[in-house]
């Protein structure tokens, strides 16, 4: 198998100064809602990757990708200035086990992210499986700043496709936000605001939790729940905790 698949990018959306979008078209690499590949592209002689989260639906076509630009990042400042028609590469597989055959099932699901670590999210929240085996869902998005919170008309569409089941809870650090919790989501868990806001119990007896993103959060996080009596989860011991750290 080539180590590299080449593809070409279809659009670039810019959300803020930021963070962005891109939409690759590429050969058709399988892959679950959740999972990852690496981005690549060459750099004196040698291919400079890194790995992002499918932000689409397996069955959808481009491929999207959610990324912030780091500040003097090799890559990220390189992909930024890619034009539709220029040439990305992708790695043929996709990887990683923040998906949901991976995931026991329960009466509640909740999705737990900050910044870009929402894509594999959106990949599974568009998926049909999620909807098909959880009766609520809750989406937990954390942000630096209001205008962060990029794919609302998604999530707001969701909300009105599956009213009653499907609630999202928006968190911002930096700047009070009108309908946003301020603070940190493992704060929000252990004073029980985090619940209060969503209207729909966190508990072993009744939830599963998913998370991505920076790893203070989702370390402290963990720690949070398993005041609650959540541990993670394993093949081999069952438990509630399912994460990725996305740096």
Known sequence: MAKWIEGRVVEQRRWTERLLSIRIEAEDIPFEAGQFVKLALPVEGEMLARAYSFANAPAERPYEFYYVIVPDGPLTMRLERLQPGDAVWLSPRAAGFLVLSEVPDAANLWLLATGTGIAPFLSILKSATVWERYPRVVLVEAARFANEFAYRELIDGLKREHAGRFVSVNFVSREQAQGALAGRIP?????????????????????????????????????????????????RSPGHITVENYW
Do not use: F, T, W, Y
């Open 187 to 235: 704060q929000a868990i252990a004073d029980g605001r985090l619940e209060a806001a969503a209207g729909v119990e966190l508990s072993a007896a009744n939830s599963q939790v998913m998370m991505c993103g920076n790893p203070a959060m989702v370390a402290d996080a963990i720690h949070a729940l398993a005041q609650r009596g959540m541990k993670k989860h394993r093949r």
